[in-house]
């Protein structure tokens, strides 16, 4: 059974560092690998895709690897904002009918 | 600009009443999906839906129902609420196969006093 992991499940960084988020997964056989930003008490906003023949993918200061072989996943953010405060989230196919599993998430706090 | 829209952000209800949630996408995705969210216990998945009239039990379908009776909108019941159902429920849709991209929509925060 897939099963997503997420660490650490909390980080607080000064602005204007750079960061990078981890993300593994148990099972190898996947599709794609998908990350999401989910500011408190909204849903979920897509940030990257990275289908299974890519091994990074960019928008803006965000930039996704994908490492299938040893099942791992990162999120880099450059020039880290307080803006960027919020939870992160990786997921994975699983179960079928495009349903994901989910990671817990990081909770990242940019501090001014 | 794809959306997919929840049709309550915040809902009280008391114990026993009957609950509607409904959620509508605009991008003609096959499957549609309805997760709940706790602390500490991430999202985890009521239903989902395939095509229109069908459904499928995800790994917490107890007390909970729901309706597809048209391609776009997808509804999640409770038959009669109860306090360990405050949660924030969210919606989300995806195209048919396995390579598309999950969109969700603002989510729903019940609260079941």
């Known amino acids: 059974k897939q099963e997503v992991t997420q660490i650490p499940a909390a980080l607080s960084v000064p602005e204007g560092e750079n960061l990078v988020l981890n993300c593994s997964f148990t099972d190898s056989a996947i599709y794609n690998l998908q990350w999401f930003r989910q500011d408190p008490g909204k849903g979920l906003t897509s940030l990257l895709l990275i289908q299974s023949s890519q091994r990074e993918q960019t928008s803006g200061r965000l930039n996704a690897s994908l490492d299938k072989s040893s099942g791992r996943s990162t999120l880099y953010i450059a020039a880290s904002q307080p803006g960027d405060s919020a939870t992160y989230l990786c997921a994975v196919p699983g179960g079928g009918q495009g349903n994901l599993i989910f990671g817990k998430g990081t909770k990242l706090s940019v501090k001014p | 600009d794809v959306k997919v829209t929840q049709s309550s952000r915040y809902l009280v209800k008391r114990t026993g009443e009957k609950v509607f949630l409904e959620c509508v996408q605009d991008?003609?995705?096959?499957?549609m999906f309805w997760y709940r969210q706790d602390p500490g216990l991430g999202l985890r998945l009521i239903y989902f839906?395939?095509?229109?009239?069908?459904?499928e039990k995800g790994d917490i379908p107890e007390g909970y129902s729901v309706s597809r009776e048209k391609k776009e909108r997808f509804s999640l019941i409770l038959e009669s609420a109860s306090t360990n159902q405050t949660s924030m429920y969210l919606c989300a849709s995806i195209v048919a196969g396995v390579t598309g991209e999950l969109f969700f929509g603002e989510g729903s925060r019940l609260t079941v006093l």
């Open positions: 991008m003609d995705h096959e499957n």
């Open positions: 839906s395939y095509d229109v009239k069908m459904k």
